[in-house]
């Protein structure tokens, strides 16, 4: 049933604030608790200085009070107080409470009802009440009452992509006009400049500059499109001059004109910025702002950079790069992330490095690479047989805060695994659905529960919950086998 502009219904019982039906009716004249939900806060002083601290992260639960007249008669008043105290007595599980509000969709709080509140006073006389409803929502978000549903099909073994090291290089040999093969044997093919440009030795993969704008490459073979990289590079001046030099790790590499990278360069000024970027018939183009993450470079100075694309079977590859200088913390976060969709294969890495046109400082310099990791696509499991899937479907969240979601895996299942590509989270199970059995997630209350009724959460391998971000998320389905259907993720977008 469609609710009119500023009416309020709990559960199934009467229409509140509407008189289309004639007496008895609820007018409600004052509504408080939805209006933002209180904070748990936590107040410290700071020790010998001015100011303080305060935590203000989470929210607490919503006490919603309704103001409010019953119009009635003498003869029907009473009979419809039992019909609003039955409604609002009080249950052990939260119940819906959905109302409508000009110019939004009606949404929905879940609520425990606290009773109805009224006095006898002398306009029973005349079947006039006022009254007033006590709720308390333990979940403070208010939802759209549309329940989504989005379907996400079997992908085969899925793993996060990232698992094992089949490639890496410490670079501990000595070769001269190339870099020959990395400590897993995979082969290097140098290109740009001369072959003597190319060494390796001391633990160092050499590039050697002797003209500006020219880009030096060593390029090898990947297992898929897919890649997370990590390499270390130093550059011997505190701060170039005329132009920047710059390096790039570079990603889904069909050849040296066509590939993803993330460009870290040494300003003049000595700051270190770096930008994803796709470079397309040999022209680079920025995927968003580049980002500074250093400053004070002094020569020598080793940084790392991680580079990873994801595409998850989306229409588009999401890309994400941090970098950070040797000896200090590993960032938390990703220091630029971007999409595109120019490249949907390339089966190489590379690692690329530039005097960019401009710069003037004495030739030959080297650009040196002291490793290189590439986390490629597979994951353990008993068979080491894993595979990552290419299928997975988008969650699209409205609304301006996370929102909780139930995941139901229908049967004959085995070893279900729920990868949320775009925020990097897994659930990994450890059972055996048969045809008739359906497992339940909930991301919101962190349970799990076989045909509904059984707790299964110890079938849960290692808890890596999360809740949907608004905007677009990536979901891959996978396990050791399935033949029962697609996973549904149902859920409602959330407001504050």
């Known amino acids: 049933m469609t609710l009119a502009d500023l009416t309020w219904r709990l559960d199934n019982g009467p229409i509140l604030n509407d008189d289309s039906l004639g007496f008895p009716f609820t007018d409600i004249e004052q509504v408080t608790g939805f209006d933002s939900a209180q904070f748990r806060e936590t107040i410290r002083e700071h020790e010998g200085v001015d100011g303080g601290f305060i935590d203000a992260e989470f929210e607490s639960g919503r006490e919603i009070i309704f103001d409010g007249t019953v119009y009635g008669d003498v003869n029907t008043v009473e009979t419809y107080l039992d019909t609003l105290k039955q409604n609002f007595a009080p249950r052990a599980a939260p119940v819906s409470l959905v109302f409508k509000i000009p110019g939004v969709n009606e949404r929905v709080i879940f609520v425990k009802p606290r009773g109805v509140r009224y006095k006898w006073d002398q306009g029973r006389r005349t079947g006039t009440v006022p009254v007033q409803f006590l709720m308390y929502a333990e979940d403070p978000r208010f939802y759209d009452n549309v329940l989504t549903g989005v379907s996400v099909p079997f992908g085969g073994l899925a793993t996060t992509g990232f698992g094992f090291n089949p490639f890496y290089d410490r670079f501990g040999r000595v070769v001269s006009n190339g870099w020959g093969s990395s400590d897993t044997s995979d082969v290097w093919t140098t290109t740009g400049g001369a072959a003597s440009d190319f060494s390796v030795g001391g633990g160092i993969g050499v590039q050697q500059m002797n003209a500006v704008n020219t880009l030096h490459f060593a390029v090898t073979p990947s297992v898929g499109p897919n890649f997370d990289i990590i390499a270390a590079v130093a550059y011997p001046v505190n701060s170039p001059a005329g132009a920047n030099i710059t390096d790039r790790i570079m990603g889904r590499v069909t050849d040296t004109s066509n590939y993803y990278a993330a460009q870290l360069s040494v300003t003049t000024a000595g700051n270190i910025t770096l930008q994803l970027g796709v470079v397309s018939a040999g022209t680079f183009t920025g995927i968003g702002s580049a980002a500074t993450v250093g400053t004070g470079h002094v020569a020598n100075d080793v940084w790392f950079v991680e580079f990873a694309g994801w595409s998850g079977g989306a229409a588009s590859i999401s890309l994400r790069a941090k970098a950070w200088k040797s000896g200090t913390a590993i960032p938390s976060a990703w220091a630029v ?104 997630i909930d991301l919101g209350n962190r349970t799990v529960t076989l045909n509904g009724v059984e707790n299964h959460r110890n079938a849960l391998q290692q808890p890596d919950w999360w809740l949907f971000n608004p905007g677009t998320t990536n979901v891959i389905f996978g396990g050791g086998s399935s033949s029962g259907g697609p996973a549904i993720i149902s859920f409602r977008n959330a407001w504050r």
Not at 353 to 379: C, I, M, Q, V, Y
Request: glycine share 12%; hydrophobic share 35%; charged share 10%.
């Open 337 to 440: 992330e971007g999409t595109d969709a120019t490249f949907t294969t390339g089966s190489n890495y590379g690692l690329a490095g530039r005097n960019d046109t401009g710069n003037t400082d004495p030739l030959p310099k080297n650009h040196s690479w002291s490793s290189f990791l590439a986390l490629e696509g597979f994951g353990f499991n008993l068979s080491f047989g894993a595979v990552v899937p290419v299928t997975g479907a988008n969650v699209v969240v409205s609304g301006n805060r996370p929102t909780p979601a139930i995941i139901t895996i229908p049967g004959p299942c085995v070893n279900p695994r729920i990868i949320n590509v775009t925020d990097g989270h897994t659930l990994d199970f450890l059972i055996t659905l048969g045809a008739s059995d359906s497992l339940a």
